[in-house]
């Protein structure tokens, strides 16, 4: 008997490798987007940087949100093709299960954010991070990949259809526009630009891009863990009570 | 053998202020199948998740295998199997591979896991299509594959939520043969099913589902004393016509509104022949002539005054 927790996360790699669309949608979208804002809106911004120095981080971000939608979809056609419930009556643990999803969520998002990187070297992204920094990169994205990918399984579980679960990771692919991932938070308009300076998203951003400037600012990064805590928390005890009460 | 396999009594569930269960007391005998009736809504599936440790009853015992479901549900887990109203495959993984994630979860040996899967493939004669992914089957395959999946930890009970809804005649007589094999085996099944046909030719008991309560329980051939069995019905254009044919047929019912007859019958050539030649030699001659067997709708309106339709609601 191997370790249940395995089976299940090589099982999700395999949907992964059999099912290249949604990893193609993962890598592809952000990295359009970067093109869209940098090589088309870039010289329309000015932030003070080079648009490409600024926009990184938040692209950042915005490629770990994208991934989100295929993670709801396939945790909820788990759920409502009885496949959990097969889980279930097989005793496998629920961490085993979900916990699958969400490495696979995380990988997924890593390798996208890899491209994404690449690419923006290609359009003269010029970090001044240290290797610590790199680091500090690393396990913020880490972070927030796992927070969100939690509050997105649970989502997944709770919805009714594999199409209202994608739905409902609209509003966090959504959220990083919102945030001072495209633009500087001070130059939204009212209303718009005290929701962008507190959300959760923005100071996630602020320690990226500290951080790939190799000035972080221990602060943000507060703020940031915290956060990445506190939405993990919410999404890993909503999905353990979902997972335990629906059938 | 005497012992049960399923034990439930005073079940009960509701959720939020609907009534799903209400007050079920079942006793399923080790080694024999056990049908349970009834129309979409009645609660069968709330039942099998019951029994399955799916879900939480709101009151009421249940002992599978001799275990108590709230409590003991691990051991529960370890002597049932189950395989619910849809088909619950991987679609992206082959039907090899979906086996194989059956045996990688259950504490089978990996040593012998090959041949379970092996075996299984070649049982449910999915071998040519072992190594094609699961969205290319049929649904009578999917079907075929999801049992096999459910068979791999060699459950003592089995559940089986409406095995055949949705499959063609020709998946539907392989399913009932298969679940006929495991019966031979020693297998104790459980099955829901909205076909009277199905419950009648597979099972040992039955029990009628109804809006939560069971209305009826037994042997086929009890439970179909209780409804009324094949029979002809004689339309005819008048009155006097269906006077007259009342007083030549014996046991006939009269059904004065519709002006019709109806006539117990075997349903067989011989019989019927014998029914018209008497209609003959009165020179009776009837507007319609029809043979009713009995389906879920005259189980249901015997047993609870009402058809399945209303029950739909």
């Known amino acids: 008997m191997k370790s249940n927790s395995m089976v299940m996360l090589r099982r999700n790699f395999k949907h992964i490798t059999r099912n290249p669309t949604s990893v193609f949608n993962a890598v592809l979208m952000p990295i359009v987007i970067m093109w869209m804002f940098v090589y088309m809106l870039g010289d329309a911004f000015s932030v003070g ?23 709801a979809t396939s945790v909820n056609s788990d759920m409502t093709k009885g496949i959990i419930n097969r889980f279930k009556v097989m005793d496998v643990s629920r961490g085993a299960v979900l916990t699958g999803h969400v490495v696979a969520g995380v990988l997924t998002n890593l390798v996208a954010i890899a491209a994404l990187i690449g690419v923006a070297f290609l359009l003269g992204f010029s970090p001044s991070a240290s290797l610590l920094d ?62 962008a300076e507190y959300q959760p998203f ?8 500290g951080l790939l400037n190799g000035a972080p600012s221990s602060g943000d990064a507060i703020a940031a863990i915290a956060w990445c805590v506190g939405i993990a928390l919410v999404g890993y005890l909503w999905a353990r009570s979902t997972f335990n009460k629906r059938a | 053998m005497t012992s049960s396999a399923i034990e439930a009594s005073g079940l009960r569930k509701a959720y939020q202020d609907k009534v799903v269960l209400e007050g079920i007391d079942l006793n399923v005998r080790a080694g024999t199948v056990f049908s349970l009736l009834g129309p979409n809504g009645a609660g069968k599936t709330t039942t099998v998740n019951v029994l399955t440790t799916l879900i939480k009853a709101d009151g009421g015992t249940v002992r599978v295998a001799g275990h108590d479901v709230a409590t003991e549900a691990k051991a529960v887990r370890a002597a049932i199997g189950v395989t619910g109203q849809f088909a619950a495959v991987d679609e992206l993984l082959t039907g090899q ?23 299984l493939l070649e049982r449910f004669d999915l071998v040519e299509s072992a190594h094609k992914p699961v969205s290319t089957y049929s649904g009578g395959m999917r079907r075929k594959l999801d049992l096999a999946m459910t068979l791999v930890g060699n459950p003592q009970i089995i559940f089986l939520d409406e095995p055949t809804t949705g499959l063609d005649p020709r998946s539907r007589r392989t399913m009932h043969s298969i679940i006929r094999e495991l019966v031979a085996d020693g297998v104790t099944v459980f ?22 309560r069971l209305v009826a329980q037994g042997t086929p051939d009890e439970l179909k004393r209780r409804i009324p069995g094949t029979h002809v019905r004689l339309r005819f254009t008048t009155a006097a016509e269906l006077d007259a044919a009342a007083r030549i047929i014996a046991d006939s019912t009269r059904e004065d ?4 007859l109806r006539v117990p019958s075997d349903g067989g050539t011989k019989s019927l022949r014998a029914l018209l030649d008497r209609l003959d030699e009165y020179s009776i001659s009837a507007e319609e002539f029809s043979v009713h067997t009995p389906a879920l709708d005259d189980v249901f ?11 739909a609601k």
Not at chain 1, 49 to 62: C, E, K, Q, R, S
């Open chain 1, 49 to 71: 940087v080079d648009y490409i120095d600024y926009a990184t981080p938040g692209l950042m971000l915005l490629a770990v949100c994208y991934g989100l939608g295929a993670t």
């Open chain 1, 134 to 195: 790199w680091l500090g990169v690393f396990g913020m994205v880490v972070l927030l990949a796992a927070a969100t990918g939690w509050l997105t399984v649970a989502l997944g579980l709770a919805a009714k259809s594999p199409e209202t679960a994608g739905l409902a990771a609209v509003p966090l692919v959504l959220l990083p526009f919102f945030s001072s991932a495209i633009v500087p938070a001070e130059k939204m308009g009212q209303g718009v630009r005290q929701f």
């Open chain 1, 202 to 209: 923005t100071p996630i951003i602020e320690t990226l891009r």
């Open chain 2, 97 to 119: 591979e979906n086996l194989q994630l059956m045996v990688d979860l259950s504490p089978v040996r990996a040593k012998d896991g090959k041949r379970i899967v092996t075996q």
């Open chain 2, 191 to 212: 099955l829901t099913t909205q076909y009277l046909d199905e419950a009648d030719q597979l099972s040992d008991r039955i029990a009628v589902l109804d809006q939560g």
């Open chain 2, 257 to 260: 509104e519709a002006l019709t």
């Open chain 2, 301 to 311: 309106l015997a047993l609870t005054g009402h058809t399945t339709e209303v029950v």
